[in-house]
């Protein structure tokens, strides 16, 4: 089959499966009592307001949507631990950032969230394949977290078709990070801008490593390193658009593909301004965001997730906030 640029090839069993992963990301939660928290991603290391700034594109396949003119919006970020457990943030993990933009009536819908994590490429490939994975953490669950968590790889390296993608994604493994503005955050999946296909991203504006990881530390020691980083100045990020350019080389459908290419454009900036994040005021508004949802389908219809992944996450993430809802 000839792929086109920009366009979704949905398999015709993909339901099944979406079904399949929702019934047992639920019984998982369950058995490990973790249904209040969120499926990933469960620990908050910071979450805070911050300004969006569109700036002046000159690439006009950039100008859609949200990018279509310079402005500026509201914007909330919760910056995160990869895990659905509660655990000390020198435990080495994926790295998350959700953006919540507050745009009014600026667009289709009221809300643009852009969700995030240190890592270029998806674990997974596909609705088939995440189903499978999570059935092999499903049978885990019934063993020591300590075991269970080693032969997670396990997996990728006994399937023959899945060992040269697991060496893809052991080039992006969990790692220790020493502060969460130093870190590059990826949306792995595509989406849309206009009727190309896209993957974007938000690394430092200026990039100077100024922390280095320490031997030991607090357990919140990442919220701290921010706080005490943000008490002294503002911190700027930048967010680019990358564009798929082949249909083979830059998949839709298998999201564990990096996307190889410099066919970049920045399109944003992210700045988190000078406050004190351990005063009352700060720490009641990150508990209020603890209450709120991000979700890739909170989104302009310029900018909707494409791809099997997105789609699942699409159906996936209700259930999850559903069943947070109820505890």
């Not at 006994?158 to 502060?179: D, E, G, L």
């Amino acid at each position: 089959m000839q792929l086109e640029l920009g366009k979704e090839y949905p398999p015709a069993d993909e339901a099944r499966f979406v079904q399949q992963i929702i019934d047992d990301s639920i019984a998982l939660r369950k058995r490990t009592k973790t249904e209040r928290f969120r499926g990933q991603h469960a620990k908050a290391t910071a979450g805070l307001k911050a300004k969006f700034e569109v700036l002046d594109i000159e690439d006009s396949r950039a100008r859609h949507g949200l990018f279509s003119q310079p402005r500026s919006f509201d914007a909330i970020l919760r910056f995160s631990n990869g895990t659905g457990r509660i655990q000390p943030d020198l435990i080495k993990d994926g790295r998350g950032l959700a953006i919540k933009l507050m745009i009014g009536n600026a667009g289709d819908s009221p809300v643009q969230d852009f969700v995030m994590i240190n890592f270029k490429s998806f674990p997974i490939r596909d609705a088939k394949q995440y189903a499978a994975f999570m059935r092999w953490r499903l049978h885990l669950s019934r063993l020591p977290e300590a075991i269970g968590s080693r032969m997670m790889p396990a997996f990728f390296l006994f399937t023959p078709s899945r060992i040269s993608q697991f060496a893809r994604v052991a080039r992006h493994v969990p790692k220790k990070i020493s502060s969460v503005v130093e870190e590059e955050y990826h949306s792995m999946s595509p989406y849309r801008l206009g009727t190309a296909a896209i993957k974007f991203s938000v690394s430092p504006e200026t990039f100077s490593r100024t922390s280095s990881v320490p031997s030991s530390a607090e357990d919140d020691f990442l919220t701290k390193e921010l706080a005490e980083r943000l008490r002294k100045d503002e911190v700027a990020l930048r967010m680019r658009v990358q564009f798929q350019q082949d249909p083979n080389r830059h998949p839709v459908e298998d999201a564990s593909v990096i996307w190889e290419g410099k066919d970049v454009v920045d399109v944003a900036r992210v700045v988190l301004p000078q406050q004190e994040l351990a005063s009352e005021d700060s720490q009641q508004f990150a508990r209020s965001i603890e209450r709120m949802s991000f979700n890739p389908w909170h989104t302009l219809s310029q900018h909707q997730p494409i791809g099997g992944i997105n789609r699942l996450r699409k159906a996936v993430y209700e259930a999850s906030s559903a069943l947070r809802s109820t505890q």
